[in-house]
Protein backbone atom coordinates (compact mmCIF):
# COMPACT_ATOMS: atom_id res chain seq x y z
CA UNK A 1 0.00 0.00 0.00
CA UNK A 2 1.64 3.39 -0.83
CA UNK A 3 2.29 5.55 1.84
CA UNK A 4 0.05 9.09 1.56
CA UNK A 5 1.06 12.05 1.27
CA UNK A 6 1.08 14.75 4.33
CA UNK A 7 -0.55 16.88 1.71
CA UNK A 8 -3.36 14.66 0.58
CA UNK A 9 -4.02 13.78 4.23
CA UNK A 10 -7.81 15.66 5.43
CA UNK A 11 -7.43 18.13 7.68
CA UNK A 12 -10.49 16.36 9.59
CA UNK A 13 -7.71 13.70 10.45
CA UNK A 14 -4.53 15.60 11.40
CA UNK A 15 -6.67 18.30 13.60
CA UNK A 16 -7.94 15.86 16.40
CA UNK A 17 -3.99 14.40 16.42
CA UNK A 18 -3.15 18.51 16.91
CA UNK A 19 -5.27 18.71 19.81
CA UNK A 20 -4.74 15.35 21.48
CA UNK A 21 -0.83 16.41 21.26
CA UNK A 22 -1.50 19.05 23.21
CA UNK A 23 -4.72 17.82 25.35
CA UNK A 24 -1.97 15.49 26.40
CA UNK A 25 0.10 17.51 27.97
CA UNK A 26 -2.72 19.67 29.80
CA UNK A 27 -2.96 21.99 27.14
CA UNK A 28 -6.58 22.96 25.62
CA UNK A 29 -8.56 22.27 22.61
CA UNK A 30 -8.97 26.28 22.86
CA UNK A 31 -5.73 26.90 22.81
CA UNK A 32 -4.72 24.75 19.79
CA UNK A 33 -7.78 26.56 17.67
CA UNK A 34 -6.38 29.90 18.98
CA UNK A 35 -2.94 28.96 16.84
CA UNK A 36 -4.47 27.54 14.22
CA UNK A 37 -6.45 30.95 13.75
CA UNK A 38 -3.45 33.03 14.33
CA UNK A 39 -1.71 31.45 11.74
CA UNK A 40 -4.23 30.87 9.16
CA UNK A 41 -6.64 33.61 9.82
CA UNK A 42 -9.22 30.20 9.65
CA UNK A 43 -11.70 31.22 12.41
CA UNK A 44 -14.04 28.11 11.42
CA UNK A 45 -12.38 24.77 10.68
CA UNK A 46 -13.66 21.88 12.39
CA UNK A 47 -14.81 19.66 10.07
CA UNK A 48 -13.62 21.15 6.83
CA UNK A 49 -13.61 18.45 4.52
CA UNK A 50 -10.09 19.69 2.29
CA UNK A 51 -6.90 17.52 1.96
CA UNK A 52 -4.21 19.17 4.31
CA UNK A 53 -2.55 20.97 1.66
CA UNK A 54 -5.99 22.79 0.71
CA UNK A 55 -6.50 23.75 4.01
CA UNK A 56 -2.96 25.64 4.07
CA UNK A 57 -3.19 27.32 0.31
CA UNK A 58 -6.63 28.67 0.68
CA UNK A 59 -6.02 29.99 4.13
CA UNK A 60 -8.01 33.23 4.63
CA UNK A 61 -5.01 34.85 5.90
CA UNK A 62 -1.63 33.29 7.11
CA UNK A 63 -0.34 35.96 9.41
CA UNK A 64 2.67 38.38 8.36
CA UNK A 65 4.61 37.16 11.63
CA UNK A 66 4.46 33.64 11.03
CA UNK A 67 7.47 34.28 9.31
CA UNK A 68 9.30 34.81 12.61
CA UNK A 69 8.74 31.33 13.33
CA UNK A 70 12.36 29.54 14.41
CA UNK A 71 13.13 26.29 15.25
CA UNK A 72 12.98 22.52 14.78
CA UNK A 73 10.54 20.06 13.74
CA UNK A 74 11.62 16.33 13.29
CA UNK A 75 14.94 17.66 12.90
CA UNK A 76 14.17 20.31 10.59
CA UNK A 77 14.70 23.72 10.71
CA UNK A 78 11.83 25.53 9.62
CA UNK A 79 13.16 28.50 8.68
CA UNK A 80 15.15 26.64 6.22
CA UNK A 81 12.33 24.62 4.48
CA UNK A 82 11.95 25.84 0.76
CA UNK A 83 8.63 24.43 0.13
CA UNK A 84 6.21 27.27 0.96
CA UNK A 85 3.18 24.91 1.30
CA UNK A 86 5.57 22.52 3.77
CA UNK A 87 6.83 25.43 5.63
CA UNK A 88 3.07 26.99 6.59
CA UNK A 89 2.58 22.90 7.59
CA UNK A 90 5.54 23.00 9.92
CA UNK A 91 4.85 26.11 11.13
CA UNK A 92 1.74 24.45 12.62
CA UNK A 93 3.68 21.75 13.87
CA UNK A 94 6.25 23.61 15.73
CA UNK A 95 3.13 26.16 17.08
CA UNK A 96 1.62 23.04 18.93
CA UNK A 97 4.74 21.37 19.71
CA UNK A 98 5.60 24.28 21.83
CA UNK A 99 2.44 24.46 23.38
CA UNK A 100 2.93 20.94 24.06
CA UNK A 101 6.12 21.87 25.63
CA UNK A 102 4.34 24.04 28.23
CA UNK A 103 4.92 27.64 26.67
CA UNK A 104 3.35 30.56 26.98
CA UNK A 105 0.57 31.11 24.54
CA UNK A 106 2.99 35.11 24.61
CA UNK A 107 5.83 32.89 23.60
CA UNK A 108 4.56 30.97 21.58
CA UNK A 109 2.93 33.26 18.94
CA UNK A 110 5.34 35.87 17.67
CA UNK A 111 4.08 39.68 17.78
CA UNK A 112 0.49 38.08 18.91
Do not use: H
Amino acid sequence: MARQSVFDMKFSKIYPLLVQKAEKKGRTKAEVDEIITWLTGYTQFEGLDVTYGEFFENAPAINPNAALIKGTVCGVRVEEIEDPLMQKMRWLDKLVDDLAKGKPMEKILPCR
